[in-house]
């Protein structure tokens, strides 16, 4: 018997990592970041899938086919072997591949369903939510109908986007879901992703100003063109970037040159730290100049300690997202708020058919 299962879902499309939340289960699908973007949706693992297995790993791999006839592409752990970097390919949530994420998201809480039709609410930055504006909203992208074949399961998908919201506001409802928001009309929301940093000020409900850095703003590519510009300082040019960003996230922190010269940059990333620390926080202080607001709130996925102890210093009073909860909170407040707007949206049929 063909099982079809109705679901809401909270959808978290992040450059590092995808999320899904729907009130039970969470599931987080790495992405991979690659420099061009047209090379990275060019390829596909059809042509190694069976020469090479995925080796294990704590996180999942999935295989995906939008089509019954066409190539299979790794989302996941796997992905990260340096063959076929399906993602948010350039950093942006107006990538077409951000359906494949939340299909195979969705197919994967529920492994043995034939059909899922699903209610979601997701966040993006705001130039990337107007249609028209850089391509296909994501609205546009993630809503409809298609037929996907995940680790060989074909599974029919029905989405159905109850809205598309900015960036930082995912975390203002996590915490108003649990109820620690402070009574009030003003909030300001700081979201320190793992390439992004995103802030809004919400005044009564509504969005009053937000300011979005997307795909340079984060901590990750300011250390990697901080490195760049030390190297060619130093006469290295033509830096092989995705060499310097896992110098960094390996502990390493060095490069070395075809002529086999070492550059170690380890004392310099402190500087650069501080440099990008320094330049965020004064860009929030103009967004937020002069304004009144009840609660400071920052989601500090991303935030080293040293970004976050200046952080605290200027908003000593800040709830702080907490690094336990931090890769969880967009996904689940975005799906409280798929919850309240399904409710919301009852009652009005309740009282107009009354």
């Known amino acids: 018997m063909r099982k079809m299962v109705e679901k ?15 009130g039970d289960k969470f599931l987080l699908i790495d992405s991979v970041m690659a420099e061009e973007p047209l090379q990275a949706r060019s390829l596909d693992a059809g042509d190694f899938l069976e020469e090479r297995r995925v080796m294990p790993s704590e996180g999942i791999t999935l295989k995906v086919r939008r089509s019954e006839i066409g190539p299979t592409y790794l989302l996941g752990e796997g992905a990260h072997e340096g063959h076929n970097p399906r993602s948010l390919a350039d950093g942006a949530k107006d990538d077409a591949d951000v359906q494949l994420f939340l299909d195979a998201g969705l197919s994967t809480l529920e492994p043995e369903a034939q059909e899922i039709r699903a209610k979601v609410v997701s966040h993006c930055p ?6 028209g504006v850089t391509g296909p909203s994501l609205k546009t992208l993630l809503e409809g109908h298609r037929t996907r074949w995940i680790s060989g399961r074909k599974v029919e998908i029905h989405v159905e986007v109850l809205e598309i919201g900015p960036e930082a506001i995912a975390a203002l409802y996590f915490l108003a879901a649990r109820r620690e928001l402070r009574t009030g009309n003003g909030y300001m929301v700081l979201d320190f992703g793992g390439r992004t940093l995103d802030a809004a000020y919400v005044l009564k409900g509504l969005l009053q100003s937000r300011y979005s850095r997307h795909f340079e703003g984060g901590l990750d590519g300011a250390l990697v063109d901080a490195v760049a510009g030390y190297l060619a300082r130093n006469g290295v040019h033509g830096v092989d970037r995705s060499r310097i960003r896992g110098a960094i996230a390996n502990g390493s922190n060095e490069y070395q040159t075809e002529h086999q010269q070492v550059f170690h940059f380890g004392s310099f990333l402190e500087e650069a730290e501080e440099e990008y620390a320094q330049a965020k926080l004064k860009d929030i202080s103009a967004l937020w100049r002069g304004v009144p607001a009840e609660q400071v709130i920052i989601q500090g996925g991303a935030a080293t300690p040293a970004i976050m102890s200046k952080l605290l210093q200027q908003y000593p009073r800040a709830t702080v997202i907490p690094q336990a909860l931090a890769r969880h909170a967009n996904a689940m407040g975005l799906y409280y708020r798929a919850v309240k707007l399904i409710e919301r949206s009852k009652k009005t049929k309740e009282a107009v058919s009354a």
């Not at 809401?8 to 729907?22: P, Q, Y």
């Not at 705001?126 to 249609?131: A, G, H, K, V």
């Open 8 to 22: 809401v879902v909270g959808f978290d499309a992040g450059s590092t990592a995808c999320k899904l939340f729907d």
């Open 126 to 131: 705001i130039n990337e939510y107007l249609e």
